[in-house]
């Protein structure tokens, strides 16, 4: 098959290979009448501008990276929505990669990346206490995104999670409950570990004890909620009210609720992390933390542009950005079976 060159396009609609140029790069002004014509020829001959090649020529791609751990997580999926529109915005396209939680493809990822010469990468990283001190040496356009890695040396944003979490824990002290317990994903990943940051300070702030035999540390999976689930609710003394730190873990505590015979909220009062459409309709609708995925994705899109305009003498500053959640109260919560037993 014959390659159609800017030559045949210039041809088919009687114009100069300059004006072609000038019309898909943006230069001299041209009439619209003749971008018109360059505009019908390309589409007739179904012309696409070698982006390579002009890359090479402006030194851009008009490409963005993205790294994320698991693009099946809703949370990731409504992040990634926020920041193409954005980058959409501004001509950039965005390349999508899933490192399934792991460190070592998510390094190849970033080599391959790199070698397709992308202008700037998003990562959620897979491990916080990795290294990217190399990055910062490259001094690459880099942006993280929900997980900060520890000793922050690039721009991040992330949701206010210490913050999000006290307030989730506030709402069950409010209630009446004292006897609460929190499960968490891996607290080597900055979101988890600021949320049971929060969890203390709510519960050091109203007087309550931290039993630690309610303080429970998973994989973040659907399966290991259940587990943890059983096992909490089936103490001597289980707690009256859970915050789940995930949104899987969740899904996986609500099966324990239901498989052991328990009604939610009066045997127990459960708040998760996340909003999604089952949220709304699990049946009782649940309480949650809603992060702003499509927020924190357009925000991060925007520093990360500012990074890639600045100059290249500029040393790059650390910046980090983080956005307030909404606590949304539905039918997962209500005062402890004593307090509601009192009031009654």
């Known amino acids: 098959?014959?390659?159609?060159?800017?030559?045949?396009?210039?041809?088919l609609a009687g114009v100069s290979v300059a004006t072609v140029s000038a019309v898909i790069n943006g230069g001299?002004?041209?009439?619209?009448?003749r971008s018109e014509r360059v505009?019908?020829?390309?589409?007739?001959?179904?012309?696409?501008?070698?982006?390579?090649?002009?890359?090479?020529?402006?030194?851009?791609?008009?490409?963005?990276?993205?790294?994320?751990?698991?693009?099946?997580?809703?949370?990731?999926?409504h992040l990634i929505r926020g920041t193409e529109d954005v980058a959409r915005q501004h001509g950039y396209s965005v390349i999508l990669c899933d490192s399934a939680e792991d460190p070592q493809q998510e390094r190849l990822l970033l080599n391959t990346l790199f070698s397709r010469r992308v202008d700037g990468v998003l990562m959620a990283c897979s491990d916080a206490s990795a290294a990217y001190d190399r990055l910062m040496r490259r001094r690459f356009p880099m942006v993280f995104v929900d997980r900060i890695p520890r000793g922050l040396t690039h721009s991040a944003v992330s949701t206010d999670n210490v913050a999000a979490a006290c307030q989730a824990t506030r709402h069950l002290i409010e209630l009446g409950h004292t006897r609460i317990a929190f499960l968490t994903g891996r607290l080597g990943l900055s979101p988890h570990a600021g949320r049971l940051e929060g969890f203390r300070q709510a519960m050091e702030g109203a007087n309550l004890p931290i039993r630690e035999?309610?303080?429970?540390?998973?994989?973040?999976?659907?399966?290991?909620?259940?587990?943890?689930?059983?096992?909490l609710l089936g103490m001597e003394t289980p707690p009256t009210a859970i915050v789940s730190s995930n949104h899987n873990v969740m899904l996986g505590l609500m099966r324990a609720v239901a498989q052991l015979g328990l009604k939610c909220p009066s045997d127990v009062s459960v708040v998760g992390f996340d909003d999604s459409a089952w949220s709304m309709h699990h049946t009782p609708r649940l309480t949650v933390i809603a992060q702003r995925a499509d927020q924190i994705g357009k925000t991060a899109f925007e520093m990360l542009l500012q990074k890639m305009q600045a100059p290249e003498s500029e040393p790059p500053q650390p910046e980090?950005?983080?956005?307030?959640?909404?606590?949304?109260?539905?039918?997962?919560?209500?005062p402890p079976i004593a307090q509601l037993s009192l009031s009654s």
């Open 1 to 11: 098959m014959t390659k159609v060159t800017m030559r045949d396009v210039a041809r």
């Open 39 to 77: 505009r019908q020829a390309m589409e007739a001959l179904d012309y696409y501008p070698d982006q390579v090649a002009r890359s090479l020529k402006v030194g851009k791609t008009g490409v963005v990276g993205m790294v994320i751990p698991d693009i099946t997580n809703s949370f990731f999926a």
């Open 213 to 231: 035999c309610y303080l429970c540390q998973g994989d973040g999976q659907t399966e290991t909620g259940y587990r943890i689930g059983s096992e």
């Open 28 to 33: 001299p002004k041209v009439s619209q009448l």
């Open 320 to 334: 980090l950005v983080l956005v307030p959640a909404e606590l949304r109260i539905r039918d997962s919560t209500c």
